[in-house]
């Protein structure tokens, strides 16, 4: 009885501790030239890869963008970031997006293809744009379309600020056919 009460308490332990929640803020406003396809962030120990399509990751004093053409270093028409957590999913995000120009700027978000339009006053603008619709992936992706208004300026991604659930290890697989196999061996061996 005692075997089982040890392998029953690591299995509760293993789900236990993969359950917890995490909310990390990563701003993308210091002034430095990223100019890779794939960039590593860490705050608060976790991985944030931002990976770019159409040009290389480029961060600078407003925020992260892509640097090719058409917009130079904001996300333009048929650019794309991809932003992916190591080990976590997302449960909820929130980001500021830099918007350039009094037109609307429209861009894909995530793999629903939520299209969303910002449109700037004054020639610039900072908005905060919500999402909730991640479904538990660890990743989801900005890209830049045809814009409803004269031109497409581009936009860059001042900050984000996700709540991340860790996605159980492998290991917790392994503990609960570890504790069922001690289980029926256990069982087996008393006559």
Known sequence: MR??????TAFFLSFATSASAITVLYDFEQNLSDNQ?????IENGVTLTVSSTGGQVHRAGNGIGVR???EGARIGLGEQLTFTFDGYRIDSFTATIWERGSEDEQFIFGSDGLLTAFGGTNGVSLQTFTASLLNGASSFTI???VPNGPGNRGIKISNIQVELS????PASSGLLLAAIMGLGFYKRRKP
């Open 3 to 8: 075997i089982f009460s040890v392998l029953l």
């Open 68 to 70: 090719g053409n058409p």
């Open 143 to 145: 890209q830049g379309v």
């Open 37 to 41: 396809t794939s960039v590593d962030y």
């Open 166 to 169: 860790e996605i159980p290890l």
